[in-house]
């Protein structure tokens, strides 16, 4: 069996180093022989003192969170921390890359700390919906007083060792590895044989009125009663108020308890989703080529947002546009768009200047000769003698539509070629969608997918077809929101329902912003794709289009904007009202505006996942919250089916069906899952990502 903790001696010095790939998780096993290790070192004459490090690129990245899904094996990182702590002999650890979550939760327990200046220290779990429960509450208020743990612990964000405010939680900091430093001061520890424990450490607590003060005021701003942050806010309060060890009872009720609630484990499921959504199985067998030079072929609204993508991800970008008027055009609005991050002080003006620099305008020949990536939305035309790709250059066809063969083969893409759809707008939404040809090379695939990720985004593989996942499920939500306000309601009313569902936007508003036009055009595509008839309810963007109100770019769609925010336009309820004197009724007895459109985003996703559209289940709560909007914090609609019932969304589909069959006539999988007691990631009343 392969050691997890090496240990090495030293004139004394038992030093223990953290060695579990990835990252010196604490996992089970490694936190079983940390504890076995620590308690032969306590019991060795022959160790005068214990130096704590990690291997690697860090110290330790803390529990991983897919333990959390299951009753936490012992000895449990808090048991751990008390033996560093009540240890007879001192305990310094020494600090570098990063010390994450129960990782800096173990640092803290013991009696110093040595850091490489760089090193980055973080309690993440607010971000997941927990708190930390090592007794990161109760010991990081003793050396920092309650403004500065609050700030650290809400935050969840990492914090370099030589930020000022953690000055009085390092001993020592230094340039590069702090082994050495640590080994010397655990020497002289054991030398004096005085060293104080972090529990009986008091500087952050020498002001209980301004202490108070603190929490009350952090206590205030926090809305949500049951919440990480307010329980949180209560531990740091009892680090104050209770004795160390009552404290750290609180806080691991606490923990216990937010680790079991459905804001956990929806933080815990968005967080492993996104984090599994590039895994494809092509990866692993291709090699990923460096991206440094890219080219855009095309003409709109999105070369601007993917140029400014590609220059902030450091890469050269050449705009081949077909006419100097639009790449100028291209230009001026990039620039513009910097201007004002300039101006509202989110880019210093000399960096604006070095993006711009790698910003040109190109002939197509110049372009491919240089491309290691080409990004082709199709309005280019290509030469009949286009230039071929170079070698290890990748092709990728925009907008998620299927490519003309003959164009792929005049640059003769074939086995370079991948099919992308950006969440709009590209440069400041995080989700990319790729799908694959079949005679693509899995080089092509693990070049974009790294590409993308070194630019900060998700990729989710979808199968190639029309709209890919995010089309197609906008497509059964846009439909639903149609068919509803045939019904009766306004579309101010199934957008409301649609934010109370999860939705930053509703599907109207989103129509908006999309711009109307394209949604008619996209919805009907879709329609005749799937072998459908347009549904009847398009009327309602023809109608909207033909008065000129054609989305919120004109100031005017579903909704007018006057003032920049939507407004209910009187012509179209008039208009409405007159149509429906023609259509269909209301909507069934007991019918639900919310549960209607989960429905419709449901029974479409069951699709894509028995189509093999997309590779599994949570992907599609990725593209829901990466790509649509949909609030992190509940995990994403599928997750949110688990939690609310499959078999109530069943019980809606079946009253909803004959409002429109296409839509809500219940999948039969969804039927066996009802059955079976299944939900999309365990059986009813578990979850697992």
Known sequence: MVSEVNEERDDGIAVLELNRPVANALAPSLRKELASRLTAAFADPAVRAIVLKGAGQGFSSGVDITEYERPLEAPRVGDLCKMIE????????????????????????????????????????????????????????????????????????????????????????????????????????ATSGTWKRTRDRDPGLTDPEGYQQAVQAVAARIAALDSAERDIVKCVEAALLLPFDQGIIFERALFDDRIKSQAARASRHAFASERRAGVMPEIAQGQARPVHHIALLGQGALMVELAILGLDAGHEVALVTGADAQAKAIMDRVAAIYDAAVKRQRLQATVKEQRLSRLKSADLASALMQADLVLDDGAVPLPDDALALRPGAVWASLQGETPDPKRISTVQAAEMHVVLKHSRPAHSTHLVELAVPGATRPD??????????????????????????????????????????????????????????????????????????????????????????????????????????????????????????????????????????????PLPDGADVERALHAAFVNEAVRLIENKTVLRAADLDVVAVKGMGFDRRLGGPLLQADFRGVFSLFQAMQNLEALDPMLWTPHAKILEMVKNGEGFFGRVGEHTS
């Open 444 to 585: 092509a695939i693990a070049t974009v997918t790294r590409s993308m990720s070194a630019a900060g985004r998700t990729t989710v593989r979808s199968g190639l077809v029309p709209g890919l996942l995010s089309g197609n499920l906008f497509f059964a939500l846009f439909g639903a929101a149609l068919a509803l306000c045939r019904a009766g309601y306004e579309p101010d009313r199934v957008d409301k329902a649609a934010h109370d569902l999860g939705f930053r936007n509703g599907p109207f508003e989103t129509a908006d912003i999309l711009g109307l036009p394209q949604v008619l055009s996209r919805h009907e595509s879709l329609s005749k794709a799937r072998g459908q008839r347009a549904p009847k309810e398009l009327a309602i963007l023809s109608a909207r289009i033909a008065a000129g109100a054609k989305g919120r770019a004109v100031g005017k769609g579903i909704y007018l904007y006057e003032n920049g925010s939507p407004q209910s336009d009187p012509t179209l309820s008039e208009w409405l009202a007159a149509w429906r004197q023609d259509g269909q009724g």
């Open 86 to 189: 009540d240890a007879p002999k001192p305990v310094v650890a020494a600090l570098h890359g990063s010390a994450l979550g129960a990782g800096f939760e173990l640092a803290l327990a013991a009696h110093a700390r040595v850091a490489d200046r760089s090193a980055r220290v973080a309690l993440p779990e607010v971000t997941l919906g927990l708190i930390p429960g090592a007794g990161g509450t109760q010991r990081l208020p003793r050396l920092t007083g309650a403004q500065v743990a609050l700030e650290f612990l809400l935050a969840g964000r990492a914090t370099e060792a030589k930020d000022a405010r953690l000055r009085r939680v390092f001993e020592r900091l230094v340039d590069g590895d702090p082994l050495d430093e640590a080994k010397a001061l655990a020497k002289d520890m």
